[in-house]
Every structure is written in structure tokens, then in C-alpha cells.
């Protein structure tokens, strides 16, 4: 097992180049960079979302021939010398991506274009956020899915089955935002009631609370997100693991342990759980990485929550590439990472598995 930990490691080597690669290789074609932004602010042409902070600073450098940048005439070209050699552009393609690598590695991310801070303190600052909603909405869906799948799994066909299956495919097939938005008009002061929060994680005097009243209140804030994610979240576990217990269930190795007088909790529990969720557990990363970033931009958006989804976005729309770069760097790596500990959980649920006698 040790051999093949190595050699997964040593494989997130090239994965994280050919990642960082291609997406620093699609930028360079990406028309309305850092430079053609703060042109049209300077022209006063700039209509887009700015992100807030660097201001007049962001102005005073950068670099490169005028006529490369379109809306640049009129402006002297020692301005946009200097402005492409503040963004880093004054430097061949290959140069700027080695530099940033080599950067990376030490986990030095440098500062925003835009914002008066770095890059790692920015994602720091939003990481409560999206950390509560990623790791709540994965502990609440899999604590509901699994047991659900189970019961579904047992109860094939009953009238249980099929109208929890047409609840979990409507709730699947309603976009989160869209429910968020109906959760908003219901219960946060849009038509009907007034009963949680729309905006923020914690109230405004969170810091006054005491220790139980703080923990009421970022729960009070989080029920809609919470609520407005779960419903897409729980239909994938649900039905993956229904079908996988449907799948054990009928194997001799069941109908044996079932003949051997074994109670059917200790056949589906201590027989069929251990092989079933094998397929469950290999659908964790992806799920982990998308609570965490992916998921929640619309609901952070809605909900007024400051989270690393809105701010990747931001950075997207404002072409602050050291945020980009930074949080794509992070997000793919813990997602390498993630993958190998999944392998790891695959051996101590079923020791049967052994990855150091296969190809990576």
C-alpha cells in the first residue's frame, strides 16, 4: 500500500501541471485581461463588476505596446508599459507560468489585481462560508440518502419506493436557485413570512451572544441555504445507493447468510453494507469538491453569503487572475488528494481490495 501512495503522490505532479497548463493556456486567448479592464475604467468605458479594493492602485502599473490592447488609443503608451509590467505581462507566456508554479509549490499565491490583500488571505476569509455550507449540506444529505437508499433498496417496488422516488426526482429536477428563491418569498419576508434571515452567515451582534446563542443563530442563518441545496444533493446518493443494495441483495452470498438464520438488520448491515457502499464511497470526491465551490455560487449569491464561489466568480468576470489561478490551484489539488483518501477508506471497508497489486 505504501508503493502505491507513492506513486498516486508522484502522479498529482503531472496532473497539476497539465491542469494549471491548459487553463493558463486558455487565459492567454482570453480576450478583456487585467490591462484592457483597467483601460476602460480609465477611459471610463468599464461597465462590468469591479471587485472592490485595489481602486486607484490597481492604475499606476502594468505594460506593453498600445496596439495590442483594443480601446488603448489615446492613452500613452508608457502608461500601458507600465501597466502590463504591474500585471505581470511584460514576461514571455512560459516565463509568467514557471514563475507561478514554482510559486505555487511554496503555496505563495501573491496578491489580487483588484483587492488591497493576497490571495491566500482572501480565500481564507471566505472559507467559513462555504466551508458551513459544503460540510453541512455533505453530512445532512448522506445521513438522509443512505438510510433512505437502504429503506428504498428493502422496500423495492412498495408504494414507499415509488412516491419517495417521484418526490427525489422533482426535488432533482427543480433547480437549487430556483427553490432558494420560493424559500426567500415564503419564509424570509418576501410575501408570506419573516421568520430567517436573508442575508450573512451570523447576525450583526454575533459577537455579543453568548456560546448557545451563537450556535441558534448561524444555524438560524444557514436553514434556507441548507434547505435550497439539499434537494438536488440527495437524489444522486439516494438512488446510487438504492440500486447498489438492490445489486448485493441479490447475491447467493445474502440468500446464504439469510439461510443461516442471520436476522435481516445484521445481513443488510453487517454483510451487504460493506460491499454496497463501496460505489457510494467512490462518488465522495466529486461530491466533496462541488459542496465545497461549484454548488453553492447561485446559493450564495442569493442568499447574500461571501463564500469562495462568488468570490471565483467575481475574479472570472474581473479577470483577477492571481484569485483564479489560485483558487483552481487549491480546489484541484485537495480534489487529487481527496481521491487518494477515498481509495484508502475503499481498503478499510473492504480488506479484499488491494490497489498495491494493480496499475495505477
Given at each position: 500500500?505504501?508503493?502505491?501512495?507513492?506513486?498516486?503522490?508522484?502522479?498529482?505532479?503531472?496532473?497539476?501541471?497539465?491542469?494549471?497548463?491548459?487553463?493558463?493556456?486558455?487565459?492567454?486567448?482570453?480576450?478583456?485581461?487585467?490591462?484592457?479592464?483597467?483601460?476602460?475604467?480609465?477611459?471610463?468605458?468599464?461597465?462590468?463588476?469591479?471587485?472592490?479594493?485595489?481602486?486607484?492602485?490597481?492604475?499606476?502599473?502594468?505594460?506593453?505596446?498600445?496596439?495590442?490592447?483594443?480601446?488603448?488609443?489615446?492613452?500613452?503608451?508608457?502608461?500601458?508599459?507600465?501597466?502590463?509590467?504591474?500585471?505581470?505581462?511584460?514576461?514571455?507566456?512560459?516565463?509568467?507560468?514557471?514563475?507561478?508554479?514554482?510559486?505555487?509549490?511554496?503555496?505563495?499565491?501573491?496578491?489580487?489585481?483588484?483587492?488591497?490583500?493576497?490571495?491566500?488571505?482572501?480565500?481564507?476569509?471566505?472559507?467559513?462560508?462555504?466551508?458551513?455550507?459544503?460540510?453541512?449540506?455533505?453530512?445532512?444529505?448522506?445521513?438522509?440518502?443512505?438510510?433512505?437508499?437502504?429503506?428504498?433498496?428493502?422496500?423495492?417496488?412498495?408504494?414507499?419506493?415509488?412516491?419517495?422516488?417521484?418526490?427525489?426526482?422533482?426535488?432533482?429536477?427543480?433547480?437549487?436557485?430556483?427553490?432558494?428563491?420560493?424559500?426567500?418569498?415564503?419564509?424570509?419576508?418576501?410575501?408570506?413570512?419573516?421568520?430567517?434571515?436573508?442575508?450573512?452567515?451570523?447576525?450583526?451582534?454575533?459577537?455579543?451572544?453568548?456560546?448557545?446563542?451563537?450556535?441558534?443563530?448561524?444555524?438560524?442563518?444557514?436553514?434556507?441555504?441548507?434547505?435550497?441545496?439539499?434537494?438536488?444533493?440527495?437524489?444522486?446518493?439516494?438512488?446510487?445507493?438504492?440500486?447498489?443494495?438492490?445489486?448485493?441483495?441479490?447475491?447467493?452470498?445474502?440468500?446464504?447468510?439469510?439461510?443461516?438464520?442471520l436476522s435481516e438488520h445484521r445481513v443488510l448491515y453487517g454483510h451487504v453494507f460493506r460491499n454496497a457502499m463501496l460505489i457510494v464511497i467512490a462518488g465522495f470526491p466529486a461530491s466533496f469538491i462541488s459542496a465545497f465551490f461549484t454548488g453553492s455560487l447561485l446559493i450564495e449569491n442569493i442568499f447574500s453569503l461571501d463564500g469562495l464561489g462568488r468570490l471565483g466568480y467575481l475574479a472570472i468576470v474581473n479577470r483577477d487572475y492571481p484569485i483564479v489561478f489560485g483558487t483552481l490551484y487549491?480546489?484541484?489539488?485537495?480534489?487529487?488528494?481527496?481521491?487518494?483518501?477515498?481509495?484508502?477508506?475503499?481498503?478499510?471497508?473492504?480488506?479484499?481490495?488491494?490497489?498495491?497489486?494493480?496499475?495505477?
Amino acid at each position: 500500500m505504501g508503493a502505491y501512495i507513492l506513486r498516486r503522490i508522484l502522479l498529482m505532479i503531472p496532473t497539476m501541471i497539465g491542469i494549471m497548463g491548459i487553463s493558463f493556456l486558455v487565459v492567454q486567448f482570453a480576450p478583456g485581461g487585467p490591462v484592457e479592464q483597467v483601460i476602460a475604467q480609465l477611459q471610463g468605458s468599464d461597465s462590468g463588476d469591479r471587485l472592490s479594493g485595489g481602486g486607484s492602485e490597481s492604475l499606476q502599473a502594468g505594460g506593453g505596446d498600445e496596439a495590442r490592447y483594443r480601446g488603448g488609443q489615446g492613452l500613452d503608451p508608457e502608461l500601458i508599459a507600465k501597466l502590463e509590467k504591474q500585471f505581470g505581462f511584460d514576461k514571455p507566456p512560459l516565463t509568467r507560468f514557471l514563475e507561478m508554479m514554482w510559486n505555487y509549490i511554496r503555496f505563495d499565491f501573491g496578491e489580487s489585481f483588484f483587492r488591497n490583500s493576497s490571495v491566500l488571505d482572501l480565500i481564507i476569509d471566505k472559507l467559513p462560508v462555504s466551508m458551513s455550507l459544503g460540510v453541512w449540506i455533505l453530512i445532512v444529505s448522506y445521513m438522509v440518502s443512505i438510510p433512505l437508499g437502504i429503506r428504498k433498496a428493502v422496500k423495492d417496488g412498495s408504494a414507499f419506493d415509488v412516491w419517495t422516488s417521484g418526490v427525489i426526482i422533482i426535488g432533482y429536477a427543480v433547480p437549487s436557485f430556483l427553490f432558494g428563491i420560493l424559500l426567500i418569498v415564503l419564509f424570509a419576508g418576501g410575501s408570506f413570512f419573516d421568520w430567517f434571515p436573508l442575508r450573512g452567515l451570523v447576525s450583526d451582534n454575533w459577537a455579543e451572544l453568548n456560546w448557545w446563542q451563537k450556535i441558534v443563530d448561524y444555524f438560524w442563518h444557514l436553514t434556507l441555504p441548507l434547505i435550497a441545496l439539499s434537494l438536488s444533493a440527495f437524489a444522486t446518493t439516494t438512488l446510487l445507493t438504492k440500486n447498489s443494495f438492490i445489486d448485493e441483495i441479490k447475491k447467493q452470498y445474502v440468500v446464504t447468510a439469510r439461510a443461516k438464520g442471520l436476522s435481516e438488520h445484521r445481513v443488510l448491515y453487517g454483510h451487504v453494507f460493506r460491499n454496497a457502499m463501496l460505489i457510494v464511497i467512490a462518488g465522495f470526491p466529486a461530491s466533496f469538491i462541488s459542496a465545497f465551490f461549484t454548488g453553492s455560487l447561485l446559493i450564495e449569491n442569493i442568499f447574500s453569503l461571501d463564500g469562495l464561489g462568488r468570490l471565483g466568480y467575481l475574479a472570472i468576470v474581473n479577470r483577477d487572475y492571481p484569485i483564479v489561478f489560485g483558487t483552481l490551484y487549491i480546489f484541484s489539488l485537495l480534489g487529487l488528494v481527496v481521491g487518494l483518501i477515498s481509495d484508502l477508506i475503499y481498503t478499510w471497508i473492504d480488506p479484499r481490495i488491494d490497489f498495491e497489486k494493480r496499475e495505477v
